[in-house]
């Protein structure tokens, strides 16, 4: 990490934030210690958009298999740690989790799913996707959907533009949600 984590924030806000975080994922991200102690309003926008997330028309295990796809072209270990602590929290399960990195020829995979993964990974790794994974991805998806995988590859990649450049590291979130379910 590239900045000390402050343990007691001054912010009722992150005072509060800490507590959430304690009592969700039975640990104080250095998110929450690094990045949000220092401008807590900026805690309360990840709030909204992680908020606005939860509304979407797409699967909830769709989400978080996107996010960590993104987070696993970025380099960012502990956004993939962090999603995977959230698919154990709701218990959509880990099978797919521990398979993404062969999503393309895994059974596990629909080709739906398949066509929303490959767009993620093109996407974030050329910041632009060929007609033929667009292509691949309206076959399955409505235009509404489309637009979803979009922002949600556009949001993991928000988040781990947090992380990488500040060093945050895979904390053992989903370990911690392991033994907690």
Same mark, same amino acid.
């Given at each position: ?40 309003? &900026? #805690?309360? %926008?990840?709030?909204?958009? $992680?908020? *606005?997330?939860?509304?979407?028309? !797409? ?24 999603? &995977? #602590?959230? %698919?154990?929290?709701?218990? $959509?399960? *880990?099978?797919?989790?521990?398979? !993404? ?81």
């Amino acid at each position: 990490m590239r900045m000390e984590p402050i343990e007691r924030p001054r912010s009722l806000v992150m005072r509060i934030g800490y507590w959430m975080a304690r009592r969700q994922l039975g640990a104080v991200p250095a998110a929450f210690k690094v990045f949000y102690a220092r401008k807590p309003k &900026l #805690a309360l %926008l990840a709030q909204r958009i $992680l908020r *606005t997330q939860e509304r979407l028309s !797409l699967d909830r295990g769709l989400v978080h298999l996107l996010m960590v796809q993104t987070s696993r072209v970025n380099g960012c270990g502990f956004c993939a740690d962090l999603h &995977l #602590a959230q %698919l154990v929290r709701e218990k $959509l399960g *880990t099978d797919k989790f521990e398979a !993404l990195a062969d999503y393309r020829s895994s059974s596990a995979f629909s080709e739906r799913e398949r066509s929303a993964l490959a767009f993620s990974e093109e996407a974030t790794r050329d910041r632009e996707v060929s007609d033929a994974t667009y292509a691949e991805l309206a076959k399955h998806f409505s235009d509404e959907e489309i637009v979803e995988i979009v922002w949600v590859n556009a949001i993991g990649n928000y988040f781990n533009l947090i992380a990488v450049p500040l060093g945050f590291e895979s904390e053992g979130l989903a370990e911690l949600a392991r033994r907690a379910a």
